[in-house]
């Protein structure tokens, strides 16, 4: 384990000795050029196409959990541990749901 947090460590102190200089030379006061933002705006568009499809995907299959918990949960009867696995199955879905669909609005933000 410890080889693991060693490689893992150097490796971090080399992107950083790496990304440090190109970091510094990007200039993020420049104006963007409208091909530019088209070319961007080009490249985006299968990117959120695919991510569309995975946040619909990923719904469905959060419904079909939630479906199932409630199911576990209704058919507990009196074990608390069957009880408490539902409801964790079920806050685990509903935050998961909230990162995928908060995802989008949270980038906007920060790119603004």
Do not use: C, H
């Amino acid at each position: 384990m410890k080889k693991w947090n060693l490689l893992l460590l150097l490796s971090l102190a080399l992107v950083l000795t790496i990304a440090t200089p190109v970091l510094a030379s990007i200039d993020l006061s420049e104006e963007i050029s409208a091909e530019d933002e088209a070319s961007f705006d080009e490249i985006l568009e299968p990117v959120m196409d695919v991510y569309s499809f995975i946040k619909y995907v990923a719904t469905a299959i959060a419904a079909l959990v939630l479906v199932g918990a409630g199911i576990v949960f209704m058919l507990s009867g009196s074990d608390p541990a069957k009880r408490d696995q539902a409801k964790n199955m079920i806050m685990y879905v509903i935050f998961g749901l909230i990162i995928i669909w908060i995802a989008p609005l949270i980038v906007e933000y920060l790119v603004q």
